[in-house]
């Protein structure tokens, strides 16, 4: 079956750690997104890529970084930087819409990234 | 369970008409609901979410939506629809996890795609 999937579920990452965080779809999608939700807020967009090798920055892509070396892959990096990285990490794919159809928008399971 | 149910795949309005996106979901406590929308080639944005206190609640853009608890509903208005607003909305429900803190994980309906006619 087709799908987008993340890992790991759950993340731990020390003070002045990198960490990345997988996403991985065999929808054949050109667009990619990641967003961040922390509690009791909404999502917020931390990088999008529009197509394999270019990746556009969102609201809060400061601390992260992404690269789109496949199409099937679109990997987040959070860096040392992000001075509050504890969040929900939820990546979703989309097609290119056709004049038939609407190609919908297929999130991920999420990972939870904490610091220790 | 948790779901979303958007029950509207492709909605067509005309412009300056009254729009409203149904929403149902299924959850066992007092849900965080949120309504987002994707223009094309845009990430997710949002337009309101409701948490507690009043049932309804507003929004950007001219949006509003009614928290119905005895309907399970949390349906998005707007009483007059402009060319822009031609996008896809996507329903929310909030869940509450435990990971040594309470955070919340989204469950997304599948996405009402609205068409406004000029």
């Known amino acids: 079956d087709g799908g987008i999937t993340q890992s790991p579920k759950y993340l731990f990452r020390k003070e002045g750690q990198n960490v990345t965080l997988s996403c991985e779809q065999n929808?054949?999608?050109?667009?990619m997104y990641w967003y961040r939700q922390d509690p009791g807020q909404g999502l917020r967009l931390i990088y999008y890529s529009q197509i394999v090798n270019d990746f556009q920055k969102g609201d809060i892509a400061e601390g992260y970084s992404v690269s789109r070396e496949k199409k099937e892959s679109f990997p987040l990096t959070v860096t040392s930087a992000q001075k509050n990285p504890t969040a929900f990490y939820l990546c979703?794919?989309?097609?290119?819409?056709?004049?038939?159809?609407?190609?919908?928008?297929?999130f991920g399971s999420g990972t939870q990234l904490s610091v220790l | 369970a948790q779901s979303v149910t958007q029950p509207d795949i492709h909605i067509t309005v005309s412009e300056g008409a009254s729009l409203e996106l149904r929403c149902n979901y299924s959850?066992?406590?007092?849900?965080?609901l949120f309504w987002y929308v994707q223009s094309p080639g845009q990430g997710l944005q949002l337009l309101l979410k409701?948490?507690?206190?009043?049932?309804l609640v507003q929004g950007i853009k001219g949006f509003e939506a009614e928290f119905k608890r005895s309907q399970s509903s949390f349906n998005l208005r707007k009483p007059s629809v402009h060319w822009s607003d031609a996008a896809e909305y996507f329903c929310?429900?909030?869940?509450?996890?435990?990971?040594?803190?309470?955070?919340?994980?989204?469950?997304f309906g599948t996405g009402t795609l609205l068409a406004v006619q000029p």
């Open positions: 959850y066992g406590a007092t849900p965080y």
């Open positions: 929310a429900v909030g869940a509450l996890m435990n990971y040594g803190g309470a955070t919340n994980k989204l469950i």
């Open positions: 409701y948490f507690s206190g009043d049932t």
């Open positions: 929808l054949n999608h050109d667009a």
């Open positions: 979703a794919s989309k097609g290119t819409p056709t004049r038939a159809t609407n190609e919908k928008l297929f």
